[in-house]
């Protein structure tokens, strides 16, 4: 294809004033004036702009305190309170860990490979596939995972970990270091002192 080509131009895009094509300049109106009349127009662009940067802040990139990110260190909590040395399936992991993560148990199953096969915290058991040649894990009902002897010397610190309640407040979880989720946080407690 030729790369001066300019198609037709649709006609929604010929509607839009001059300079609408990036990002809104919506500004919330004074609160206090009556006769001001709201705009929905830029509304949605900022709010949507705000929700994206709290998902990738607070959900998708490692703290750098200590590496992860919040479904991994609640997958490593969950497994911590079910921990007796020995082998749980990894979907009982996956169960157990949605009392602390809302987001499904696909995210939860991933989360837990991917940590599996850095062999640092996890021992694990069975196929968990192979970064190098990109197999897969096997199915979770079929795979084993215990906390490995460094996580329970190291990570499980009660000095360092700060702890917030679940989604649902019925549990303590443990809490991004220095999270910006101030809300959420309780007095450092542990269940295992």
Not at 4 to 32: C, I, M, Q, R, V
Request: aromatic share 8%.
């Amino acid at each position: 294809m030729s790369e001066n080509f300019e198609g037709p131009k649709d006609e929604l895009d010929k509607e839009l004033p001059e300079g609408g094509e990036g990002h809104s300049d919506y500004k919330p109106a004074d609160t206090n004036d009556v006769n001001i009349k709201h705009q929905l127009s830029g509304m949605y662009q900022n709010w949507f702009l705000d929700y994206a940067s709290y998902v990738i802040l607070e959900r998708a990139v490692p703290h750098i305190m200590d590496g992860l990110k919040p479904v991994q260190r609640r997958i490593l909590h969950s497994m911590r309170r079910m921990e007796d040395g020995r082998y749980n399936k990894v979907a009982n992991i996956v169960g157990h860990t949605m009392q602390f993560h809302p987001h499904g148990d696909a995210s939860i199953g991933d989360a837990l490979v991917q940590l599996g096969q850095k062999d640092l915290l996890i021992d694990c058991q069975g196929n968990w596939g192979n970064i190098l040649t990109g197999d897969s894990a096997a199915a979770p009902r079929y795979i084993e995972a215990r906390l490995s002897k460094f996580a329970l010397d190291v990570v499980f610190n009660p000095k360092t970990t700060e702890w917030k309640l679940s989604y649902d407040g019925r549990n303590l979880s443990p809490c991004q270091p220095n999270s910006r989720c101030s809300w959420h946080k309780v007095p450092r407690v542990s269940p295992w002192v």
